[in-house]
C-alpha cells in the first residue's frame, strides 16, 4: 500500500529516484529550520527607522510595549531590515549553489528587477530581486510549463515573533533545498516566491499587489506603516540595490520603473500552484499540520446603535425647541481636532485587557473626559456642545483604527434670541477653551495617545444642521460603552472560538463609527472567523447586556463585498486532495479548517490557478514574542509541503 501511494505520489507522469525522494525527506532537519528561523530573526527593524508623518522618530518601546524588538525579528515593510533580510535569505542560496558546485553565468537588469542566473551542472538557477521581494527559480526539464511556488512574507508586525511570516520562509527554502543538494530535477521548475508589505496595516499585501495585480498611482501614494510612502519605499530600495550592484553599474530608471509597477510583475502562466507554510496557534492544535480549505475574505457587519426612547425624546425636544427660533443661524464655537491612539494589525495589537490599550476609541473617550471635566469644574453651563462629525475607519482591513476625525460645536445655550449677547458669551469662554485645550494636548493624555488641534473658530451653523448633531455628553456616553465592549470583544472572540469551534480562530475589531443624527451611531465591525455565531455572541456582550436599557440595537447587516478587501478563496478540491494524500504517506493527520488570515494567498490567486496553505502548530500569542512552535512541527510542514509541491511538478500537463 506504501509502495503504491508513493509512486502515484512522487513519480507522477515522470521517473524520479525513490530513494534521492527518500534522502531529500530525511535531509530536512528540525534544527537547521529553527537555526534558519533565529538568523532571520535577527534581521530586525531599529527604533530609529520608524518615524511619523512629521518625521519624527517613534519610540517604538513606548507605542507597542509588548514589543521586544529585535528578539522576535521585527521588520517593517521597505526598511532596511526589509532589504537586509532578503539579502540574508538570498546568502542561504547563494551559498547553496557553491556547496554544489555552482558558478555565476550572468547579472542583468530589466526595468523592474536584477537577474542574477547561476549553473550547477546543467541546472539553472534564476534569482530576480524586485522591489516586491524575491523569486528564487530551480528550472525543471520542461520550465515553458507553469512553474510551482513556495515561500511567505519577510516582514512582519512590530510586536512580531520569530514565526510570522519566517516560519514559512524557511520552509520554503529548506524545500528548495532539498531538491537541489539531492538532484532532483523534476518536470516543472520550482521558485521560492518571497513577498513584503503582507504586514503593513497602512498598504496591506503591497508585495502580492505588486506580484499579481500591479499598483496603481494612488496606491504609490499610500503612506505606509514606517513613515514614507510606498513610492518612497520603492525609491529606498531602487537606491539599495544600485549600491549593492554598483560595480555591475546597475541603473534603475524610476520613471520606467513606476510605470512598469502597474503591471504584474509575474507573467501570465508563469506559476500553476502555490503552497504557502505559515504559523498559527489553530484551536484543538492536536494535530501538527492544518490544511487551509478556504479564506473566509474580510466580514464586515454594520448596525445602528440608538438612544433609547426617554432620551431621544429629551434631546428631540431640545432641538426642536431650537428649530423653533426665528434665527436661521446658531453662533458656535467650532473645534476640529484630529486623534490618533494606537492601532494596528488586529492579531499583534488586540485591543483586550491582557495589555495596556491606547487604542483610538479610547483616546477620544479619554479627550472628552478631560473636556467635560473642564466645562463643569470652571462652571462653563452657558455652553451646549455638540458633535456634528465623528469618523472612525480603519487604514486598512484586519486592523485596529488608529486615528479620527472629531469636530466639536460649543453653543451658547442662555441666549438663544439674543445674537448680540450670544456672540459676546462665544468670546467670554473662546480664549480659555483654548488654554485648557493646549494644556490636555501636553500633559492630560497618555504617552500613547494624542491629538492634533485644527483650529478653534467662531462660526455659524444652519438652522436645519442642528438636527445632524449629537450632544457630547451623549456620544460620551456611548464611547464609554464601546471603549468596554471593545475590551469585551477581544477577550470574548478568542475565548467562543475555543469553545464553539476548534477549526476558528476569531477577533472582532470595530473597524467605523460615525454619526448619523442627534441620537445615532453607525457602527462597522470586522469578523475574522467564518463563525457568524460568534459575531452575533459578541454584539450581545458588546451592547445588549450592557446598555439597556439605555440604547437600542438595530438588526445587523452583513456587508459584501467590502471595499478594499479581497474575496474569499476557496482551495480547488483537487489540490486538497493532494495535500492529503502526502499527509498520508507521511502517516499524520491533517485536518481541513477555514481561516481569516492567508490575504496574500487571496491576492496570488488571482495570477496562480492553485492556491494552498498549511498551519503549522504554534503555541502563545499570535504574532508575538511569545510565539514559539515544537521543532518536529516545522519539519512536518516542510515534508509535507516537499511532498505535496514534488507531486505538482511532475505533472507533464
Not at 498520508?584 to 496570488?604: H, Y
Request: glycine letters at 8%; one cysteine or more.
Amino acid at each position: 500500500m506504501e509502495d503504491e501511494s508513493f509512486s502515484h505520489l512522487c513519480l507522477g507522469d515522470c521517473h524520479l529516484d525513490r530513494e534521492a525522494v527518500q534522502e531529500a525527506l530525511e535531509s530536512i532537519d528540525p534544527q537547521k529550520i529553527e537555526d534558519r528561523i533565529c538568523s532571520l530573526s535577527a534581521v530586525a527593524s531599529d527604533i530609529e527607522e520608524v518615524r511619523d508623518e512629521r518625521g519624527q522618530v517613534i519610540d517604538v518601546r513606548e507605542h507597542y510595549q509588548r514589543a521586544e524588538i529585535g528578539r522576535g525579528g521585527s521588520r517593517l515593510a521597505f526598511s532596511e531590515a526589509d532589504f537586509h533580510s532578503r539579502d540574508e535569505i538570498l546568502s542561504w542560496v547563494i551559498d547553496l549553489i557553491l556547496e554544489e558546485g555552482g558558478e555565476l553565468e550572468s547579472i542583468e537588469q530589466t526595468d523592474t528587477a536584477v537577474i542574477t542566473i547561476y549553473k550547477i551542472d546543467e541546472c539553472i538557477i534564476k534569482i530576480e530581486e524586485n522591489p516586491a521581494g524575491l523569486i528564487i527559480t530551480y528550472e525543471g526539464l520542461e520550465p515553458s510549463l507553469p512553474g510551482v511556488a513556495v515561500g511567505s512574507h519577510n516582514d512582519t508586525i512590530l510586536s512580531a515573533g520569530k514565526e510570522d511570516g519566517q516560519g514559512g520562509v524557511v520552509t520554503g527554502f529548506v524545500v528548495l533545498e532539498a531538491f537541489i543538494r539531492n538532484r532532483i530535477r523534476p518536470v516543472r521548475s520550482l521558485s521560492l516566491l518571497i513577498v513584503t508589505g503582507e504586514d503593513d496595516v497602512e498598504l496591506a499585501f503591497s508585495g502580492s499587489k505588486m506580484m499579481a495585480e500591479g499598483i496603481s498611482r494612488t496606491e504609490l501614494d499610500t503612506r505606509l506603516k514606517i513613515g514614507f510612502s510606498l513610492r518612497e519605499g520603492v525609491g529606498r530600495w531602487v537606491s539599495y540595490m544600485e549600491d549593492k550592484y554598483i560595480q555591475q553599474e546597475v541603473h534603475f530608471d524610476e520613471a520606467k520603473l513606476f510605470k512598469a509597477l502597474e503591471r504584474p510583475l509575474l507573467n501570465e502562466g508563469q506559476f500553476g500552484h502555490h503552497l504557502e507554510v505559515h504559523a498559527n496557534p489553530v484551536p484543538g492544535g492536536e494535530n501538527p499540520v492544518s490544511i487551509v480549505e478556504a479564506v473566509t475574505g474580510s466580514l464586515r457587519y454594520r448596525f445602528t446603535v440608538t438612544l433609547g426612547e426617554y432620551l431621544q425624546r429629551t434631546i428631540e425636544g431640545y432641538f426642536n425647541q431650537l428649530a423653533s427660533r426665528e434665527i436661521d443661524y446658531y453662533p458656535c464655537i467650532r473645534i476640529s481636532i484630529h486623534v490618533k491612539g494606537k492601532g494596528g494589525h488586529v492579531a499583534g495589537e488586540p485591543m483586550n485587557g491582557d495589555s495596556p490599550r491606547s487604542d483610538v476609541l479610547l483616546a477620544v473617550y479619554e479627550f472628552l473626559s478631560e473636556f467635560i471635566l473642564f466645562c463643569g469644574l470652571k462652571g462653563i453651563f452657558t455652553i451646549y456642545p455638540t458633535i456634528p462629525i465623528f469618523q472612525l475607519r480603519s487604514a486598512s482591513l484586519n486592523s485596529i483604527p488608529r486615528e479620527c476625525d472629531l469636530t466639536i460645536n460649543l453653543f451658547p445655550s442662555l441666549y438663544p434670541t439674543n445674537i448680540i449677547r450670544n456672540e459676546l458669551e462665544i468670546w467670554r469662554h473662546i480664549f480659555p477653551i483654548m488654554f485648557e485645550l493646549v494644556k490636555i494636548k501636553r500633559g492630560y493624555l497618555s504617552n500613547s495617545v494624542s491629538f492634533d488641534l485644527k483650529g478653534v473658530r467662531a462660526c455659524q451653523v444652519k438652522r436645519e444642521d442642528m438636527s445632524q448633531q449629537m450632544p457630547l455628553n451623549v456620544f460620551h456616553l456611548i464611547g464609554a460603552n464601546l471603549a468596554r465592549s471593545v475590551e469585551i470583544a477581544g477577550r470574548e472572540a478568542e475565548k467562543l472560538a475555543l469553545e464553539g469551534n476548534s477549526s476558528t480562530v476569531a477577533t472582532a475589531t470595530l473597524s467605523t463609527l460615525e454619526i448619523t443624527g442627534p441620537t445615532s451611531l453607525s457602527a462597522g465591525v470586522d469578523l475574522r472567523s467564518s463563525s457568524e455565531y460568534i459575531l452575533r455572541t459578541w454584539v450581545d456582550w458588546a451592547f445588549r447586556l450592557h446598555l439597556i436599557p439605555l440604547f437600542h440595537l438595530s438588526e445587523i447587516q452583513r456587508l459584501q463585498p467590502i471595499p478594499g478587501s479581497e474575496p474569499p478563496a476557496e482551495m480547488r478540491e483537487a489540490v486538497l486532495q493532494d495535500i492529503e494524500q502526502a499527509a498520508r504517506f507521511l502517516c499524520i493527520t491533517a485536518p481541513r479548517v477555514t481561516v481569516r488570515a492567508g490575504e496574500d494567498a487571496q491576492v496570488l490567486q488571482k495570477k496562480i490557478e492553485y492556491v494552498a496553505m498549511l498551519l503549522y502548530r504554534s503555541s502563545g500569542s499570535c504574532h508575538t514574542t511569545s510565539e514559539d512552535a515544537d521543532l518536529d512541527d516545522r519539519a512536518i510542514a516542510a515534508r509535507l509541503q516537499f511532498l505535496t509541491v514534488l507531486s505538482w511538478m511532475n505533472q507533464i500537463s
